[in-house]
């Protein structure tokens, strides 16, 4: 069985600061893991997944996540923050060779000017 | 073009109605898949469909029956609709089944508001 933990629902940091956004998972098999993105009144776009190879990932608008197996996390940051990455952040897993989705409940991410 | 598109975007409703909800999907994908996030941003799966095929069916009232009738469409229609039924529903689609290259393209959602 898969399972995912944002800790933190709300986060919020300065424009220009480091973001960075936690997930955990549990997976009984390899997961695959993603971070998706949802602006207000949107749907789900993807911002980056891992599968295998590289363990640092890099996605869209300047994120990046790394898995590290041996902490079972798959933790989002991005170096400076930009007033219009203020959204909603979901971190999701799904185990390889199933086709099911698990998505963590969010975190909130507020860009102070 | 929109990748995956769902019509009405907002659907305002009294309850015991019945209504659908409609999704489309022009990226050729073999899978279908809907999803209920409640007020709580809570994004949980419902169903998914593979070449019409069912092969996912989480714990859902049966008052929702999905309905695909090709690869590209997967529609979704509630039942005596309820106030707990009130939420924002997502279709999504994907390629390359449980392989490490599929990824969900999620469309814009559905928001229902049962009163």
């Known amino acids: 069985a898969q399972s995912v933990t944002q800790l933190g629902s709300h986060v919020s940091v300065s424009e220009g600061a480091l973001v960075l956004l936690r997930c955990n998972y549990s997976s009984s098999v390899p997961p695959y893991l993603f971070w998706y993105v949802q602006y207000p009144n949107q749907g789900l776009q993807l911002l980056l997944k891992y599968t295998t190879g590289a363990t640092l990932v890099k996605g869209i608008n300047g994120f990046e996540a790394e898995f590290k197996k041996s902490e079972t996390s798959f933790h989002l940051t991005k170096p400076s923050a930009h007033m219009s990455d203020a959204a909603e952040y979901f971190c999701?897993?799904?185990?390889?060779?199933?086709?099911?989705?698990?998505f963590g409940t969010g975190t909130r991410l507020k860009v102070l000017a | 073009d929109t990748a995956v598109s769902q019509t009405p975007k907002y659907l305002v409703t009294q309850m015991g109605n019945d209504k659908s909800i409609k999704c489309e999907q022009n990226l050729g994908h073999d899978t279908m898949y809907w999803y209920k996030q409640d007020s709580k941003k809570f994004l949980k799966i419902m169903f998914s469909y593979n070449n019409k095929e069912l092969i996912i069916n989480e714990t859902v009232p049966n008052r929702f029956s999905p309905k695909s009738p090709d690869k590209a469409h997967l529609n979704l229609h509630i039942n005596s609709l309820e106030l707990g039924d009130s939420a924002v529903y997502f279709c999504?689609?994907?390629?390359?089944?449980?392989?490490?290259?599929?990824?969900?393209?999620f469309g814009p959602g559905t928001r229902l508001l049962v009163l």
């Open positions: 999504a689609s994907s390629q390359d089944l449980g392989g490490p290259q599929e990824t969900q393209y």
């Open positions: 999701a897993v799904r185990g390889s060779g199933t086709y099911k989705y698990i």
